[in-house]
């Protein structure tokens, strides 16, 4: 079974500064996926940045970065230039396929609290 | 916006009632996800649809969870003689068939009197 572990319960960051979440994985497959989200108070999974096992180069956009570590099992994604909106819960997530049709079902860790202060 | 839109979403009710959930996915993704998410966890697979076929369900789904999705647009979550238990944040995503994002709606909060 894939397994996702977030070792850090919350962070705190000052603006304009980079702020690094660490995300491990376990899983017995060859091919796999890599997902952050962003959840605001509001509740809504907002994401961020995708990174495939196969992929050489590590994923961005914009300000996000993911730091893949295949040898190390680790998928730490990195916000640059904090800012106050980035305050919020991050997820990490591994796609794993579905018993039919295909399908990819996510697993998630249980999430980083993030607070960006002045 | 063409998102993904979930109704309602707030429910309060008490032990015992029937509840039903509504998720409107992006109007081209043929794949529709459930998840549930309980306080301070992340959120958890309940079931998958392509197009109108229902392909998995996980073992949280009990015999008084039922997912349809009639015509392979929308999709309804049916809660049936709710327990507290059943307190949560239920999300919906979707996807299109050769992609690997899922994209979530903003989620229905439930609370179980």
């Known amino acids: 079974a894939q397994k996702i572990t977030q070792t850090q319960p919350g962070m705190f960051v000052q603006e304009k500064e980079a702020v690094t979440l660490d995300c491990t994985y376990d899983t017995s497959d060859q091919s796999y996926g890599l997902f952050w989200y962003k959840q605001p108070s509001s509740g809504e999974m907002i994401f961020l940045i995708y990174q495939g096992s196969y992929d050489e180069q590590n994923a961005t956009e914009g300000r996000y970065s993911l730091n893949f570590q295949k040898a190390r099992k680790s998928a730490n994604l990195v916000i640059s230039a904090s800012q106050l909106g980035d305050s919020a819960m991050y997820f990490c997530a591994m796609r794993e396929t579905t018993k039919g049709g295909g399908g990819n079902k996510l697993t998630f860790g249980t999430g980083t609290q993030l607070k960006v202060e002045l | 916006d063409t998102g993904v839109s979930q109704n309602p979403r707030h429910k309060i009710t008490k032990r015992g009632q029937n509840v039903t959930f509504r998720c409107d996915p992006i109007?081209?993704?043929?794949?529709l996800y459930w998840y549930r998410q309980t306080l301070g966890q992340g959120p958890e697979f309940l079931t998958y649809f392509q197009n109108e076929a229902q392909l998995e369900k996980s073992r949280l789904l009990s015999d008084r969870f039922s997912a349809e999705r009639p015509k392979g647009s929308f999709s309804t979550l049916e809660i049936q003689r709710t327990e507290q238990g059943d307190s949560a944040m239920y999300l919906c995503a979707s996807s299109f068939s050769g992609q690997e994002t899922q994209y979530f709606g903003p989620g229905t909060r439930l609370l179980v009197l």
């Open positions: 109007s081209e993704h043929n794949r």
